[in-house]
């Protein structure tokens, strides 16, 4: 199935690559070309991103250490890179956030594909991350709205094989001066086939039940800010059992955790967001469902290891700050938008 070549015949690419070692500032601006960014403080003082940049032909790669942080995709954002698809995975950490009207929960080793239509907001924890971008031009026959609307799961075979073909590229750039276009072109193939695959889990029974978690999500995140919103009400609304409604929650820790989780996230991102003045955190607090300041504290403490009024020292960035013109990921933008 990858007998036909996508690239030009040849053995390797030669690539170009950059190293960043940053403190939080500079951190803060270099995102600022593709998302708002706001790093959270971090008391060991060690840099906010460690990251080494590769490009190769028209194809982007990075692979970053960060600490934890927020960031924001607003329009403008969306227009430096809506000629791209995007791919990342987390290869530890993990990310929460919101992007049109869906809830997005990326943990490692889930790869999952964007085509830069959405905005939104994320939680990012102290991450390590590889990331891909390539010219939606090479898809050739893959409509837009094919682009999966979640990330492939590690487990379906399409996500097996692209995973194994994606560490064959990132073995090359670390090890390597060239890319493999062997490697390259095995990858853009599985690409086209899971974006091709109307579903990763054959079974019927499965879909659904993978449909209403869904929906249960998108139900959660409507109803946060309610005290009201518990177990039982999920149960009174949507009429499973609580068995069941327990098993389709069990990788999130309950939906008790999960509930909890998602308020602690959109707490965050409030205050991320917010002007740090006296009585915010208590106010983001209540806002999001939390029903004593201790135990907030207590949540947050427990997932940045931070009180929440020691999180955000850095204002958020609301224009985008220029980049030196040896960065890789501005050049790289241009040079795809122009083409």
Known sequence: ??????????????????????????YADIGQTTCALVPMEDPSGKCAFVADEWIAGDFYFCESEVLPHTYRIEKYHLASTEHLLFANRFVSGGEQGVFGDSVNRLRPNQLEFVGHTDT???????????????????????????????????????????????DAMFEDLNKTSALSFVTLDRFIACIKIAFGTPAQREDVRAQAREALHQEICRYVERNLGHPDLTTSSILRDFGVSRAGLYRM????????????ERRAIRAVLELSQGARTRGAVQAAADRWGFSTGPNFNRVIKRMFGA??????????????????????????????AAA
């Open 307 to 336: 009180a929440p009024g020691a999180l955000f020292q850095t204002a958020p960035r609301t224009r985008r700050a220029p980049r030196g013109d040896h960065d890789l990921l501005s050049n790289y933008l241009n040079a795809t």
């Open 1 to 26: 199935m990858f007998d036909a070549p996508l690239l030009p015949a040849a053995d390797m690419i030669e690539f170009d690559s950059m190293r960043h070692e940053l403190e939080v500032e500079p």
């Open 249 to 260: 929650f069990e990788p999130q820790g309950g939906v008790r955790h999960y509930i909890t």
């Open 120 to 166: 939104g907001e994320a939680v990012v924890e102290r991450s390590h991350i590889q990331e891909f971008y390539m010219p939606k031009y090479r898809l050739t026959d893959v409509e837009e709205d094919e682009v999966p609307d979640a990330p492939l799961s590690p487990n379906s075979v399409i996500g097996k094989i692209l995973l194994s073909e994606w």
